[in-house]
């Protein structure tokens, strides 16, 4: 199942980002274009939140098409990862830009949040096993 969501400021001048969804048993890719930023975090936040699902084990979110992420960005991804742990969920970020690679850098991996390189590193790697989903 293919799904795309939009999330777009008050203005025309304001970014968007756009989060397209591919989903297969083993795992589900969520790809993100545009910006992220404090306009588009509440939306995008919730889209990455309606994605997560008891006795899913793979959410690997591709950032090849972020042009930017500021901190409500990088606040919006570690809410989701921590709905993710939540839920018993790995997630996973593949293929940051340079800049976007490093704010994660400097904030996402202290929290413990992985970051790869590619999407078919992120894939590849072996799954942890199988976590029990904690009371939410």
Do not use: K
């Not at 790809?31 to 309606?50: I, N, S």
């Not at 690997?60 to 992420?69: A, E, G, P, R």
């Not at 989701?80 to 940051?96: D, E, K, N, Q, T």
């Amino acid at each position: 199942m293919n799904t795309s969501y939009t999330t777009q400021g008050h203005t025309d001048i304001h970014p968007r980002v756009v989060l397209s969804v591919v989903r297969r048993p083993s795992f589900t890719v969520a790809a993100l274009q545009g910006e992220l930023d404090l306009v588009t975090a509440p939306a995008l936040r919730d889209g990455l939140l309606a994605l997560l699902h008891p006795g899913q084990r793979l959410l690997v979110l591709d950032l090849s098409q972020l042009w930017f992420c500021d901190a409500a960005g990088i606040a919006a991804l570690i809410s989701a990862w921590h709905r993710a742990l939540a839920l018993g969920v790995s997630m996973r970020l593949a293929s940051p830009r340079s800049h976007v690679a490093r704010i994660l850098d400097d904030t996402a991996l202290e929290h413990g949040l992985r970051t790869y390189p590619t999407l078919p590193q992120a894939l590849q790697q072996p799954l942890p096993p199988p976590l029990e989903a904690a009371a939410v």
